[in-house]
């Protein structure tokens, strides 16, 4: 009897275990999830910044560029 108590208390530990783990990589998957929203926000966002400086023409540094050049 005492073995089926044993055995009982491992099983009993190994499903304790699994439920913490499993609890650990839901917040890892809520962490990266977080991380990945934030980096298509910014790829968004340099996209957006992208097309408005085609829109308007050259950027800021190139046309530092081209003003350095020709004062040369």
């Given at each position: 009897?005492?073995?089926y108590r044993e055995?009982?208390?491992?099983?009993?530990?190994?499903?304790?275990?699994?439920?913490?783990?499993?609890?650990?990589?839901?917040?890892?998957?809520a962490v990266m999830?977080w991380r990945w929203?934030?980096?298509?926000?910014?790829?968004?966002?340099?996209?957006?910044?992208?097309?408005?400086?085609?829109?308007?023409?050259?950027?800021?540094?190139?046309?530092?560029?081209?003003?350095?050049?020709?004062?040369?």
């Amino acid at each position: 009897m005492e073995e089926y108590r044993e055995v009982g208390k491992s099983f009993w530990d190994l499903v304790e275990s699994q439920k913490r783990n499993t609890a650990q990589l839901e917040r890892i998957g809520a962490v990266m999830e977080w991380r990945w929203d934030l980096k298509g926000e910014n790829r968004k966002e340099e996209s957006r910044n992208e097309e408005e400086g085609s829109k308007d023409g050259p950027r800021e540094s190139q046309k530092e560029e081209t003003s350095l050049s020709i004062s040369c």
